[in-house]
């Protein structure tokens, strides 16, 4: 089946640094990719929408120039944390779609991301 | 807006019970439904999901829902809990024309007593 893979699964960097996380669909071309965050014991809250090759599309309240999402290929979008601070600390999970029709989604295995 | 509604953040039920997780959600358009498992500190497996045809869906690890359009409901069943069933579940919906983006509940934890 599908594999979406995250990488690193766990960081812990040093406030003020920047951090990048990977998403990867290993086994299929993914036009779209999206990322969430999760703080503990809530939902997933919809960061942004990533489609190779343009500017990803940012929900509302997630700051563009804080959180530098990049689609280069149709394998690998990178989410970075730039100028971390300890309330970025959070879980990070990338979703991609393999198709335009919506319902053939795959979920990274998150990235846990410890700013201290 | 589309929203999506967990009634019940934690559920818990004697191992061999019914689990029975509701998911009710707004849309003005027809949509498509998810429900997600999380186990700890992993990420989402997909359980099952309706797009379109039958409105009883069967998963995997013995779940089903079923879609309800009169009642904007998904609710999340399983006749009989296994204690490797406790999980934190989200049901999700996404819409055709939505870019695919989910939108999720807040997520309903379930534990399972021996």
């Known amino acids: 089946g599908a594999v979406v893979s995250q990488h690193p699964s766990w960081v812990i960097c040093k406030s003020g640094t920047s951090v990048k996380i990977e998403c990867r669909s290993l086994?299929?071309?993914?036009?779209?990719m999206f990322w969430y965050r999760q703080f503990p014991k809530q939902s997933l809250m919809l960061m942004a929408t990533?489609?190779?090759?343009?500017?990803?599309?940012?929900e509302q309240g997630v700051e563009k120039d804080k959180f530098l999402i990049n689609h280069a290929s149709l394998t690998l979008s990178t989410l970075t944390v730039t100028s971390a601070h300890p309330e970025d600390s959070s879980f990070y999970i990338c979703?991609?779609?393999?198709?335009?029709?919506?319902?053939?989604?795959?979920f990274g295995e998150g990235s846990w991301l410890t700013v201290v | 807006a589309q929203s999506v509604t967990q009634l019940g953040s934690h559920v818990s039920v004697s191992e061999g019970a019914l689990v029975l997780l509701r998911c009710n959600y707004s849309?003005?358009?027809?949509?498509?439904l998810f429900w997600y498992v999380q186990y700890p500190n992993q990420g989402l497996q997909l359980l099952l999901k309706?797009?379109?045809?039958?409105?009883l869906v069967k998963g995997i690890n013995g779940f089903e829902a079923e879609f309800k359009k009169s009642e904007t409901s998904f609710h999340l069943t399983k006749p009989s809990a296994h204690m490797s069933d406790a999980a934190e579940y989200f049901c999700?919906?996404?819409?055709?024309?939505?870019?695919?983006?989910?939108?999720f509940g807040q997520g309903t934890r379930l534990t399972i007593n021996p």
């Open positions: 979703s991609a779609t393999r198709d335009s029709s919506g319902n053939t989604i795959y």
């Open positions: 086994d299929f071309q993914a036009t779209t």
């Open positions: 990533s489609n190779e090759g343009s500017k990803a599309t940012y």
């Open positions: 849309s003005s358009v027809p949509p498509y």
């Open positions: 309706y797009t379109t045809g039958a409105t």
């Open positions: 999700a919906v996404s819409w055709l024309g939505g870019a695919q983006k989910l939108v």
